[in-house]
């Protein structure tokens, strides 16, 4: 029993071991040892000219691709990062960066509009640039790594509600109305989720 337990416990610790590797697996450790260590991406945006020689760690979407004649630039919307650095969905950002890619040309039909990015590189310079009618003041990285997300799955939306309920001989039972349904089993109860249109509603608030 004792040998059972110790070969379980060393299992699971190399079950956490191999987890905790894998946070952050996009980005080589050779790199990372080099990251400035608590430099937020809202500390830097205030004054990026403070931040000159650092490195950093970034994540956020495309907003624009540019090559030119020495490389690549992307102008990145920042997001916060989570699982393996991949930055996270939703509104939330706190501005916008310069990465450049010296000597690589980055298609811009590859590296288009709202793909996700994690980049590595050092800060060089702070540029400003005009939105609007308002200057902005970018930081400007020279990037050593840059990791492009696979596109996220998209799911179809339309107006199918999805309900619980149970079954009774091949009839499902509804507030309404019993009515025959074919994802129940004939003399059977078994909970299901079956799609059910609005309109179904609707035509039973009309009567």
């Known amino acids: ?54 490195t950093v760690l970034w994540g956020g979407t495309i907003i624009n691709t540019i ?8 102008e990145i919307l920042q997001k916060p990062m989570g699982y393996q650095d991949r930055p996270l969905e939703g509104d939330e950002s706190q501005g916008r960066f310069f990465v450049e890619r010296k000597g690589l ?29 308002l200057e902005y003041r970018y930081p400007y990285i020279v990037a050593s790594h840059i990791h492009l997300w696979q596109k996220r799955p998209s799911y179809a939306r339309n107006d199918t509600l ?8 091949g009839y499902r039972a509804f507030p309404y109305d019993f009515y025959p349904d074919p994802y129940c089993y004939r003399g059977a109860y078994w909970p299901i989720v079956h ?13």
């Open 1 to 54: 029993m004792n040998n059972r337990i110790k070969i379980l416990s060393g299992m699971l610790f190399l079950l956490i071991m191999a987890g905790c590797a894998a946070w952050g697996t996009v980005v080589p450790e050779n790199l990372r040892e080099g990251i400035t260590p608590g430099l937020s991406f809202s500390e830097v945006s205030q004054n990026p000219s403070a931040a000159i020689g650092k």
């Open 67 to 74: 090559p030119h004649s020495e490389g690549t630039r992307l």
């Open 105 to 133: 040309f980055l298609d811009p039909a590859v590296y288009e509009k709202g793909r996700e990015v994690t980049i590595v590189g050092e800060i060089t310079e702070e540029r400003k640039e005009i939105i609007g009618e």
């Open 162 to 169: 999805f309900y619980p309920s149970p079954c009774w001989y």
């Open 195 to 207: 799609p059910l249109r609005h309109s179904h509603f609707r035509h039973k608030a009309e009567q």
